[in-house]
Antibody, heavy 121, light 107 residues
């Protein structure tokens, strides 16, 4: 069974940093683009970042460019999101998702259960 | 960036009803469109990809249609477990964007 399990969320002050992790199992992790998608409390879904299978290509939503960095460790079947200079508007549940690609983009399946990041003083 | 607009934003219906949700892209996206279901406090679940292809394991009462800029998700006969929020998403290019969601409630 395919599974994605996020960890690393929590409460952080504005301007602080946090590193999210996603452990993948049940599929060949190194064969897939992977992504982070977030959902602010009571709001809709927002794509955050995606990374190519070998880590040589990445894309970000404009609002996190220069602050967030996506990375992966294919040997450990793990995806990461380093979040720096956090703002209140980054408060959200962050989901890890496998990308079913057409070229470099695609749809998301499956999704992890999410990890909550709260940015507040 | 491509904007995705769903309508309606919310919808009340009864078990057994047929419902249709619409998603419009701000520019043509061919058939590069997916639909998701999200139940309260749960992660989204993929329903449809390629505008009309059913994800494995999804009941056949769900169907998708459309191409270019206008798309629909139809549930042919609502079941109690279908009351949830539904999102469309384009994957024509980056940045990927989602519609704002349609909340399907029990009448």
């Amino acid at each position: 069974e395919m599974q994605l399990v996020e960890s690393g969320g929590g409460l952080v002050q504005p301007g602080g940093s946090l590193r999210l992790s996603c452990a993948a199992s049940g599929f060949t992790f190194s064969s897939y683009w992977m992504s982070w998608v977030r959902q602010a409390p009571g709001k809709g879904l927002e794509w955050v970042a995606s990374m190519k299978q070998d880590g040589t290509k990445e894309y970000y939503v404009d609002s996190v460019k220069g602050r967030f960095t996506i990375s992966r460790d294919n040997a450990k079947n793990s995806l990461f999101l380093q979040m720096n200079s956090l703002r209140a508007e980054d408060t959200a549940v962050y989901y890890c998702a496998r990308v079913e690609t057409v070229g470099s983009s695609g749809w998301f399946d499956p999704w992890g259960q999410g990890t909550l990041v709260t940015v507040s003083s | 960036d491509i904007q995705m607009t769903q309508s309606p934003s919310s919808l009340s219906a009864s078990v057994g009803d047929r419902v249709t949700i619409t998603c419009r892209a701000s520019q043509g996206i061919s058939s590069w469109l997916a639909w998701y279901q999200q139940r309260p406090e749960k992660a989204p679940k993929s329903l449809i990809y390629g505008a009309s292809s059913l994800q494995s394991g999804v009941p056949s009462r769900f169907s998708g249609n459309g191409s270019g800029t206008d798309f629909t998700l139809t549930i042919s006969s609502l079941q109690p477990e279908d009351f949830a929020t539904y999102y469309c998403q384009h994957y024509n290019s980056y940045p990927i964007t989602f519609g704002q969601g349609t909340r399907l409630e029990i009448k």
